[in-house]
Structure formats: C-alpha cells, structure tokens
C-alpha cells in the first residue's frame, strides 16, 4: 500500500514569489491535513479538506490557500512568498475521522531567499 | 485556543537509561496520540490513548493518559539510538474541531 507522496521534496524560492505544493493521500482516504512545521513553532495547523470540500482552516494568512480534487489529491499554495514561510511543509492523510490517525509523507522543504 | 506544553525539548541520553517526556495541557482532550519524526521523515504514530487514566504499552514504551485527560506522558525503558527522534503529542478536542493539536515535540537524542 502507497505512503503519502509529496511533490517537490525540497525547493528554494525568492521573496515576492509563489509555490504550489502537491500531495497524494493513501488510496482511500478522503481527508488530506497540511501542516507547517518549523523549530520554533513546531507543527502548525494550515488546513484541511475532505472530499473537496476545506473543512477546517488555521490561523494562516489568505497568502496560503489549498484546494482537493475528486480523486483526494491535494495542493496547496502560497503566494508573496516572505522569509518566515521557510519551513518543512507536511502533508497529512486519514480515513475522515476527526480524530483518527495520521498517516503523515515526508515533507516539501521549503527555503524562501 | 488549545495549547499543549511538552517538555522537556531536548533530552540526550546513554544507551541503555530510561526517560519520560511529558504533554501538558490545561484543556481536556477526548484523545491524545504520541508520533515519533525521525529526520527526513513526517511523523509516525505510536500510539492513541483515548480513557482518563489509561496505559498502553509499545515494547519499551510505555503511555500514560491523565486522569482528567489534561495529560500525558511517555517513558521509555534502556532507550536505545533507534529511539532517537522528535517525539509529539497531538491532543484531539470534541465536538465540532476537526484538527490535530500539536505540542513542539521533544527531541530526544540516545547515544551508544
């Protein structure tokens, strides 16, 4: 059975720009969490959808938006990039349950220049 | 907003010693889940405890919900490096909230 798959694992950006990030959930499972995770804020909750549709939201900025598609694949951008968005962005997968497991893929890495 | 306190943030031990992390919360939690993150990885589940009071056992892992599911902790028994990693726990409300909430983890580093 497939991880989560996240596309790209690594990137580098200037300030001013934009990025769009992909995940691949488990077969199966129909909600797809984000997460930005840095050392000193540790893992923050960005978002998440469940059969297309956004479920719940962080307290992110309107600079980072995301979006499901039919088959549960999720992307999620940022635009004006700044300096702080430098992180390690995760992506998360389950069932739908709200507290269920999360199946978590190895990270975008991204650096803002 | 639902925060939870880990500590403490870094930990270095000898092969062979036993530790305990913690998880702290001044929120009640329906359930708490532990996950491991070792570098270059996302974080992997170890264990959900859902009952005040609650122990489960992972080998030499052992997990502990709070009476009054406000906290946790985490002890590990001859920690080994495999045991190396970031450790997180992630309290889970009632009701309508449909997200994780994530301590910053402890790191833990186990040196042979």
């Known amino acids: 059975k497939a991880g989560v798959t996240q596309t790209p694992r690594y990137l580098i950006k200037t300030r001013g720009q934009q990025v769009t990030l992909s995940c691949s959930p488990i077969?199966?499972?129909?909600?797809v969490s984000w997460y930005q995770q840095t050392p000193g804020q540790g893992l923050q909750f960005l978002f998440e959808y469940f059969s297309e549709t956004q479920r719940n939201k962080g307290n992110f900025p309107g600079r980072f938006s995301g979006r499901q598609f039919s088959n549960s694949r999720s992307e999620m951008n940022v635009s004006t990039l700044e300096l702080g968005d430098s992180a390690l962005y995760l992506c998360?997968?389950?069932?739908?349950?709200?507290?269920?497991?999360?199946?978590f893929g190895e990270g975008s890495r991204l650096t803002v220049l | 907003t639902q925060l939870l306190e880990q500590s403490p943030q870094f930990l270095s031990i000898q092969e062979g010693e036993n530790l305990t992390v913690y998880c702290n919360s001044s929120s009640v939690f329906s359930s708490l889940q532990w996950y491991r993150q070792e570098p270059g990885e996302g974080p992997v589940l170890l264990v959900t405890v859902v009952t005040g009071g609650e122990v489960k056992k992972l080998k030499r892992l052992t997990f502990q919900f709070g009476d009054a599911r406000k906290d946790s902790s985490l002890h590990i028994t001859a920690a080994q490096p495999g045991d190396t990693g970031l450790y997180l726990c992630a309290g889970a409300g009632g009701g309508s909230n449909y997200k994780l909430t994530f301590g910053k983890g402890t790191l833990l580093t186990v040196n042979p």
């Open positions: 077969s199966g499972h129909r909600s």
């Open positions: 998360a997968s389950s069932f739908g349950q709200t507290t269920g497991e999360l199946f």
